[in-house]
Each structure stands twice: as C-alpha cells, then as structure tokens.
C-alpha cells in the first residue's frame, strides 16, 4: 500500500535530453512516516487500556482528586500525540487536521478542569462534546490518509466516537451518571488504535 502514495521523489536526470534512466523511489519522509504513526498508535493503545482501568478503579465512589486528574490527563495525552503526530508527517491536509485537533483537546482539557469541580454531570457533558468535534476531526484525518493503508479502523473509530459523544451528553441526565462508558469508550479506542497498528505494519507487504 505505501508504494501507492503519491509522493515519490526523482533520482538522476531527464531521460530525454540526457539519455539517463530515471528512477523513483519512496520519499524517506512518507516511507518513515508509517512505521512512526504505527509505534504512535500502539503508545495510544496501551494509554488507553491503562486509563480505563484507572478511571474504573478511581471513580467508583465519586469523582475524587485522582478522577479529576485522570479526566484533565486524557485530553492533554492526545494534544501530545496530535504534536507528535504532526512532527512526523508531511501531507498538508492531515496536519492542518492534527493542528484543529490540538486546539480542540486543549479547550477540552480546560473545560473538564472546569467541570470536574462542579460534577459528574458536567464532566459527561464537556465529554461528550469534545467527543463529538474530536470523531469528526479524526474522520477528516483518517479519510485524508486512506491511501497510506490501516485508517479504516480510525475511519470507524471517529464514526464511533460522535455516537458516544451524543450518548455522553444524554446520559449526563440519568439518575446516577457515571464515567464507566468513558472509560469503556477509551477502551474501544485504544483497540482501534491497536488495529491500525497492525494494519499499518501489514501494509507494505500488501503492497
């Protein structure tokens, strides 16, 4: 699949004044980019499995001090992969997506801090809505990529995660709200991430 990318650069001279044979090959930044964005999507898998079990364990009784920070942490791990993210690839399009991403989790981190003094409640609200701008973000991304191989579970996973966030804001009114379809959110996310990984490791041999 990475041999269909797009970009490739020129080796040697033009063929038709010259004589010389030309050859293409991978550029070194696209053919590095994947094997980086698979070891990112791995980091995010075991993030997320971590946090669930975390959040699940903290937050049985309440929010409490180690659910806030767990709640504050979340957003600010995916501005830092979004940044890691971005450092690693060139196309255009999908870093601008990476950049709309950083701005929005950030304004979530903010927003949960916000909330997470007040309730549960508002918790899930400011939850669901960065759940819902942040799947749309990551559909663009992912779509953006489509041809590098391995994005159909993000594709999927961004599709799933505005569902959730719509759930998040309707479940912020039930009689005991809680975090654990958070936390079961971020565990149906990591395995997306987990999936990409693998897809993205078989891509070259599919190609």
Excluded: C
């Amino acid at each position: 699949m990475l041999n269909e990318i797009e970009h490739s650069v020129y080796l040697g001279r033009d063929s038709r004044s010259e004589g010389v044979t030309v050859t293409t090959v991978d550029s070194p930044a696209v053919v590095g980019f994947a094997p980086a964005l698979r070891r990112l999507y791995f980091v995010r898998f075991a993030f997320a499995i971590v946090w669930a079990v975390l959040v699940f364990l903290t937050t049985k009784s309440g929010l409490g001090a180690a659910g806030v920070v767990l709640v504050v942490l979340y957003p600010l791990f995916d501005v830092g992969s979004a940044i890691v993210d971005a450092r690693s690839a060139k196309d255009g399009g999908s870093v601008r997506g990476l950049y709309v991403n950083m701005a929005i989790s950030s304004l979530a981190a903010v927003g949960l801090a916000v909330a997470a003094a007040s309730d549960i409640p508002a918790v899930l609200r400011v939850w669901g809505a960065w759940a819902i701008v942040a799947g749309l973000v990551q559909l663009v991304v992912a779509v953006k990529r489509r041809k590098m191989g391995g994005q159909w579970p993000m594709i999927l996973s961004g599709g799933i995660s505005v569902l959730a966030g719509a759930t998040f804001i309707l479940g912020a009114s039930a009689a005991n709200p809680s975090l654990t379809n958070v936390a079961g959110y971020a565990v149906v996310g990591g395995i997306f991430f987990l999936v990409s990984a693998i897809r993205l490791g078989r891509a070259p041999q599919e190609s």
